[in-house]
């Protein structure tokens, strides 16, 4: 936001555009990675009744799903952030790289956040995990 006010960029022309792009991009991202954790908690807790559906073809389809629609909005992003060359045409540049690199840097920020959390206190990551399974 910062950016965009000292830039005297206009806040829903450019702002709105952009964060929407992010959040888009960023959102269906999570749900991805959803699809992965209910995979991957079902296969590590096996004793759970729970079929073969809910715990494998349904996560496993919406993955796929999602991760063809990441790709799509990824490859489109440009068009969806407004980043275009001198002609108007739509291409990655400067904007498209710093705004995906973004939600690279705040997911990597969250992966060392939670390892620092498991090392220098594993009671209240153990807390923290079984309260999100539980």
Not at 102 to 128: C, D, K, M, N, W
Request: aromatic share 10%; proline share 4%; charged share 10%.
């Amino acid at each position: 936001l910062g950016i965009i006010v000292l830039s005297a960029l206009d806040p829903y022309a450019q702002g709105f555009t952009w964060f929407s792009g992010v959040a888009t991009a960023g959102f269906v991202t999570l749900m991805l990675l959803t699809c992965a954790a209910v995979i991957a908690f079902f296969a590590k807790n096996r004793d759970l009744e729970a079929g073969i559906w809910q715990t494998r073809v349904a996560p496993g389809l919406g993955g796929i799903i999602l991760a063809v629609f990441l790709m799509m909005i990824v490859v489109n992003f440009p068009l969806l952030v407004g980043d275009s060359d001198a002609a108007g045409n739509p291409k990655a540049g400067a904007l498209t790289y710093g705004l995906l690199g973004l939600l690279l840097v705040f997911f990597l920020a969250g992966v060392t956040q939670a390892i620092i959390l498991r090392l220098r206190r594993p009671q209240s990551y153990e807390e923290l995990t079984d309260g999100l399974a539980g």
